[in-house]
């Protein structure tokens, strides 16, 4: 299952506080969404499973794909580089950087929920903008490379990050 898909489920239909719920339910069936085509001046890493991932140990993860490269370093942090996928987390006082083939023009950080904040605040560069939880930076003059220097907002739990290319 992903985010999009319908999903159809029978159970008892009650309520609670006047909000109806559902109890006892069982998975009937599901209709995959439509994969999405992405466009020619964007490209995504995914970290929905380890697939992309091309290194890790307790001090450094590598991901790599489409031709991005996430680098994510312990740097400062007192928690190690944890084996976490859907989504792939970033501990308080890491170093992240993205690096790409072509120049970038803007990064989106799908976060998970309540995670945004976090990134928002450790983001010392680049125009910063917050969509529930998608974090964005936009260049005014485009970048081959970005570095998050130290997450100081807190832990970051991310879905993918998308890049922008600049024309």
């Given at each position: 299952?992903?985010?999009?898909?319908?999903?159809?489920?029978?159970?008892?239909?009650t309520s609670y506080n006047d909000a109806p719920q559902?109890?006892?339910?069982?998975?009937?069936?599901?209709?995959?969404?439509?994969?999405?085509?992405?466009?020619?001046?964007?490209?995504?890493?995914?970290?929905?499973?380890?697939?992309?991932?091309?290194?890790?140990?307790?001090?450094?993860?590598?991901?790599?794909?489409?031709?991005?490269?996430?680098?994510?370093?312990?740097?400062?942090?007192?928690?190690?580089?944890?084996?976490?996928?859907?989504?792939?987390r970033f501990y308080k006082s890491s170093e992240l950087?993205?690096?790409?083939?072509?120049?970038?023009?803007?990064?989106?950080?799908?976060?998970?929920?309540?995670?945004?904040?976090?990134?928002?605040?450790?983001?010392?560069?680049?125009?910063?903008?917050?969509?529930?939880?998608?974090?964005?930076?936009?260049?005014?003059?485009?970048?081959?490379?970005?570095?998050?220097?130290?997450?100081?907002?807190?832990?970051?739990?991310?879905?993918?990050?998308?890049?922008?290319?600049?024309?």
């Open positions: 299952l992903k985010e999009g898909d319908t999903l159809t489920i029978r159970g008892k239909r559902m109890g006892s339910g069982v998975y009937v069936s599901h209709v995959s969404a439509p994969e999405q085509e992405q466009p020619e001046n964007e490209a995504t890493l995914s970290f929905a499973d380890a697939n992309n991932r091309v290194s890790w140990d307790t001090s450094k993860q590598v991901w790599k794909a489409n031709g991005i490269t996430l680098t994510n370093n312990k740097g400062a942090s007192t928690s190690n580089v944890a084996d976490y996928v859907a989504p792939a950087i993205v690096e790409c083939d072509h120049a970038i023009s803007k990064i989106d950080f799908a976060c998970n929920s309540g995670y945004a904040t976090a990134l928002k605040d450790s983001i010392t560069s680049g125009n910063v903008t917050v969509d529930g939880s998608t974090v964005t930076v936009t260049f005014s003059t485009p970048v081959s490379s970005y570095t998050i220097n130290s997450l100081t907002g807190g832990q970051v739990r991310m879905n993918s990050l998308t890049v922008t290319y600049a024309e």
